[in-house]
């Protein structure tokens, strides 16, 4: 099973940028479906964005879009989100999850009741 390592987390002024990764090791993440979720203090974890095996299929969430992207590397088993004109209510720690979909290139949901690996997560906050 994959084992996911978020880094690239830190303290940022609004209106700035970040890059979390999502590293996996033990599998090959080919085969799996990507989501990046967050969870801020007292509120449901929310599905951020998510990415299909090929990387051709993306989505996000309305509070997200046309600011963050997601990407993928599958020579470098690692997915990306680059977040940019950050904003308080990004506060939040940020996960990484894989959900196995063999060699089906569905679009990927960001349910996350789907994914069945999470790594351990990385903590955003966006202040001045």
């Known amino acids: 099973q994959p084992q996911l390592v978020e880094s690239g987390g830190g303290l940022v002024q609004p209106g700035g940028s970040l890059r979390l990764s999502c590293a996996a090791s033990?599998?090959?993440?080919?085969?799996?479906?990507i989501g990046w979720f967050r969870q801020a203090p007292g509120k449901e974890r929310e599905g951020a964005s998510c990415?299909?095996?090929?990387?051709?299929?993306?989505n996000y969430a309305d509070s997200v879009k046309g600011r963050f992207t997601i990407s993928r590397d599958n020579a470098k088993n690692t997915v990306y989100l680059q977040m940019n004109t950050l904003k308080p209510e990004d506060t939040a720690i940020y996960y990484c999850a894989a959900a196995y979909k063999g060699v089906s290139d569905r679009p990927c949901t960001r349910a996350p009741y789907e994914y069945n690996y999470w790594g351990q997560g990385t903590q955003v906050t966006v202040s001045s």
């Open positions: 033990g599998v090959t993440l080919d085969y799996y479906t």
């Open positions: 990415i299909s095996r090929s990387g051709g299929r993306t």
